[in-house]
């Protein structure tokens, strides 16, 4: 069973940082783009950086864009890592990690491996 694992949520203040991993439990992964989606609170999944398999091709939801970095490791099992810097009240969500079927996609609909959620919860 193929599992993803995120870790680093948390609470933090307005402007404050934090740093989302997540652990792929098969070296597979490696091959696959990932990504980070968010889900806030009455609202729908929505995405947030994707990173194809090499990690040379980055994509970013406007709202982050020049605030969160998205990267990955593949040394062993994929890794991918989402930095949060300037963190803002409107950040708050559950947020996912997931991989998809190929190597690079935006298409939320090719993301079919998911992790089971991180809560961030940015106080103002």
């Known amino acids: 069973q193929v599992h993803l694992v995120e870790s680093g949520g948390g609470l933090v203040q307005a402007g404050g940082s934090l740093r989302l991993s997540c652990a792929a439990s098969?070296?597979?992964?490696?091959?696959?783009?990932m990504g980070w989606f968010r889900r806030a609170p009455g609202k729908e999944r929505e995405i947030v950086a994707v990173?194809?398999?090499?990690?040379?091709?980055?994509?970013y939801a406007d709202s982050v864009k020049g605030r969160f970095t998205i990267s990955r490791d593949n040394a062993e099992n994929a890794a991918v890592y989402l930095q949060m810097n300037s963190l803002k009240p409107e950040d708050t969500a559950v947020y996912y990690c997931?991989?998809?079927?190929?190597?690079?996609?935006?298409?939320?609909?090719?993301?079919?491996?998911w992790g089971q959620g991180t809560q961030v919860i940015v106080s103002s």
């Open positions: 098969e070296r597979s992964f490696g091959f696959a783009a």
């Open positions: 997931a991989a998809a079927r190929s190597g690079w996609s935006i298409e939320p609909g090719d993301y079919v491996y």
């Open positions: 990173i194809n398999w090499s990690g040379r091709s980055t994509y």
